[in-house]
């Protein structure tokens, strides 16, 4: 059977975590893994990832960080640890429910024809949540469209964190060199992937606001993202393609 890992990174979510895990157990999907990686939230999540493991040792497990240490390094971390454990797909989402569970299934199912699918609000049938004020709106379709031009990507959402990898993609891929943090981790990924020659698939999703909890993106780590866009340019100017 097909083995799915989905990692959630977490930097408090006490409120969202029970409730997101308890929507992806009602998927069906068989063999699913959900490896969590808690970057010691002063809310406790990591507490409760620990309560909600005890009930589930065998479908649920925590990665402890000592401090948050950034988005990239988490998911770096997390997919490292799920290949090692055997995993046949990997779904990367958000705690928030920013990203519907209910999509996962149609994520993993692009997976039959591509080597990355990606939740994209910029293609059609996708969406922002309709409660983002215009200048939100604007300046996230703008920076898509600066980073694709610079960077010459045909994907229409670079920055989307909701992705299903298959194995042989994150294998293929050079992990360790991967640096950025924020929504640059994002671009830096698709970015490669596509320069390798992956088949990257987008999936329209409709891009919700969290309702609980607060973010932990801000305007800097945009502003970062569009600078780290140029050194994202010149590292990877040596990469084949497979
Ligand atoms: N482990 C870990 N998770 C993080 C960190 N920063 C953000 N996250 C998680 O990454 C996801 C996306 O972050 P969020 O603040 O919702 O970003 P936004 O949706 O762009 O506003 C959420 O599940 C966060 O809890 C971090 O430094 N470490
Ligand atoms: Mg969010």
Redesign the pocket.
Known sequence: MVKTFIV??????KD?LPILIESLFKLNIGDLHILI???N?PDG?GQIADEIIKKNPDKVSVLH?KG????G??YITGFKHCLKRGADQIVQ????F?HNPKKVTELIERLKESDMALGSRYVRGGSLDENWAFWRKGLSSFGNLYIRMILRMPIRDVTG?FRAWKRKTLEGIPLERVKS???AFQIEMAYITHLMGYFISEVPIYFA??SR?????SLK?QIEAARRVWSILYEYRDLKRI
Do not use: F, H
């Not at 959630?8 to 979510?13: A, F, G």
């Not at 948050?68 to 988005?71: D, P, R, S, T, W």
């Open positions: 959630v990174p977490t930097y408090n979510e969202n990686v808690d970057d939230s999540t960080r948050k240490l950034g988005l390094t988490a989402m958000d705690a928030d920013s964190g943090q924020g929504y606001d969290r909890g607060d973010s932990k993106m780590i």
